[in-house]
């Protein structure tokens, strides 16, 4: 559904055509004419016996993830419970996509507490089979077949014997995915297709099963170098995926250990390295209270925590030595800024929305920011509860969900649909200067140059050791701008420009040039969850406007 205001100087029959050439000529070649096949080729499913089983050197060590499954067909995904009851269920037409994604990918396996749930685990692998016959439903799309193939792998080398018949699934779902590699999205989806590929190539014996491997192990090597940042950030500046593919290294690395000699030295070195990158990138990126920031999609409870993976990492051998983080830390490759003086944490998105062909997952939010003080969140951007398509995606997805300003109702970048983005805000002239008292970081973007005004948005946030100040400056002319700072739900009101923490810490604010209020706004910690909480809104009466935070 798109947002009005998104293209205002044109009729609705008018909008969709244009957005969809912005969107369509920021596509790689490969993206394009892989739509096109993966849409006309449908190869049939291959479902001879499996090739044999490689033996492992040792039993799985598991990450640290929340059990899901609650019942032997009972699941809570994205905060919303169900029962898979009937084979109907599997791709039950009134349910979410992405909660039956998750009941495809079979995450409990290896969640905590999983080697209680063995038998319910085995029940539900045998349902599975019986109940998704090859290269039908949604369990059979390449990004839940690459997590589900990863899943049953460690599941298997946790010490649980499978079945022939789960051996043979498990090589016809290879052997499919194979065939159906997701070169048309890219990203995430095609870096999970060539972790499962390197998984069943590995865990398989066998000419065919070493040609699985070969061919993710080609892929891996590629997206390494192209998706892994200088500054050791995931490309999509997601940092919910980027804990995800920094999970998937590690597991990578692991399978490694279990088979060693069956992997090229260089590629695990390679992993290693860039895990402990990823690491320290999580580390920067991470609240105080151990959750990572919300720029574009990101939410808790999806991904591995920073805890999570560092002990996860130093189970590995791998060094894990975050150390004690800078007052600032500047990502330029992916376009952050981390800084740090006294009670306060600020994180500021300075960059690229994402890659010019990928940024399926990004948010117009553009110079937004999130704070902490005393080690609990102050300013937050609103979250991500749903990828389902309509308004409240869209919503999440706006420039008015973001901690930064809104230009005569339209977005900074042109986000529409679930996973789209047309025209898109480029940030310019990052300056960041630091003293002991002081940290100053500027920037600017060009996301509203679109508009007859040509406006420039030029931010620059002072962080000294009693508060923070924002300046807003507008070149060029608008009609309505309205700057807004999104409340943690756990902050109150506490009387005339006043706030107070839970733990009793009080903010006071004030703005010059503007005309503030408090409103009632969401926030959005995990999928399927809202919680009510306030926003400031601050409609500029100028071309610039000064908002400072000072805390006592």
């Known amino acids: 559904m798109l947002k009005k205001g998104t293209l205002p100087f044109l009729g609705e029959k008018g909008k969709r055509p244009l957005l969809y050439g912005h969107t369509l000529r920021y596509l790689k070649a490969r993206q394009i004419f892989g739509r096109l096949w993966f849409r006309v080729h449908r190869p049939r499913p291959d479902v001879r016996p499996a090739p044999p089983q490689r033996a492992a050197r040792d039993v799985w060590l598991r990450c640290a993830r929340t059990a899901s499954m609650i019942g032997p067909d009972s699941f809570r995904f994205l905060n919303s419970e169900r029962r898979l009851a009937a084979p109907y269920d599997w791709t039950h037409p009134e349910w979410p996509k992405l909660w039956l994604y998750n009941a495809h990918y079979f995450d409990d396996l290896g969640a905590d507490g999983a080697e209680e749930r063995t038998a319910w685990h085995r029940d539900l692998i045998a349902r599975w089979i019986a109940e998704n016959p090859p290269a039908g439903g949604i369990g059979w799309e390449p990004y839940p077949t690459s997590l589900r193939i990863v899943n049953w792998i460690r599941w298997a080398l946790a010490g649980n014997t499978p079945e022939p018949v789960m051996l043979d699934s498990l090589a016809a779902q290879a052997r499919w995915l194979r065939r159906r590699l997701e070169v048309h999205l890219l990203g995430n989806h095609l870096w999970a297709n060539a972790k499962a590929l390197v998984f069943a190539g590995t865990f398989l014996a066998g000419d065919e099963a070493a040609g699985w491997q070969r061919k993710g192990l080609a892929l891996l090597r590629h997206e390494l170098g192209e998706q892994i940042l200088a500054d050791g950030g995931h490309f999509e500046r997601s940092p919910m995926y980027h804990a995800i593919v920094l999970e998937d290294l590690l597991d990578l690395v692991q399978l ?190 060009d996301g509203y140059r679109r508009l007859p005004g040509r406006i420039m948005h030029h931010r620059e946030w002072q962080l000294d050791r009693y508060g923070l100040t924002i300046t807003d400056t507008l070149d060029g002319k608008c009609r309505d701008a309205v700057a807004r700072f999104h409340l943690h739900p756990r902050v109150q009101e506490a009387g005339d420009n006043a706030l107070r923490l839970a733990d009793g810490v009080r903010v006071q604010w004030q703005c010059d040039g503007g005309a503030a209020r408090l409103t009632p706004s969401t926030w959005h910690p995990q999928f399927g969850m809202s919680e009510d909480n306030r926003c400031l809104e601050v409609r500029l009466t100028g071309r610039r406007l000064i908002t400072r935070f000072e805390w006592f």
């Open 256 to 445: 490694a250990q279990l088979s060693p000699g069956n992997l090229v030295a260089a590629d695990v070195a390679g992993w290693r390295e860039a895990a402990q990158h990823m690491l320290r990138w999580l580390a920067a990126m991470t609240h105080p209270d151990g959750g990572v920031v919300f720029f574009n999609d990101a939410a808790l409870g999806i991904a591995p925590d920073l805890a999570a993976l560092l002990k996860y990492a130093r189970g590995l051998g791998i060094a894990t030595d975050v150390g004690q983080l800078d007052a600032v830390q500047v990502l330029k490759d992916s376009g952050y800024v981390r800084a740090q003086l006294g009670p306060a944490v600020l994180f500021a998105d300075s960059g690229s929305i994402g890659p010019h062909y990928l940024p399926g997952h990004a948010h117009a939010g553009t110079l937004s920011c999130e704070l902490s003080l005393h080690g609990r969140r102050l300013l937050v951007n609103s979250g991500t509860s749903t990828y389902e398509p309509g308004p409240e995606r869209a919503r999440q997805r706006g420039t008015a969900a973001h901690n930064t300003v809104f230009v005569d109702g339209v977005d900074s970048s042109e986000v529409w649909g679930s996973f789209r983005v047309a025209r898109r805000a480029q940030a310019i002239g990052l300056s960041v200067e630091s003293s002991p008292e002081r940290l100053q970081i500027s920037c600017s973007h």
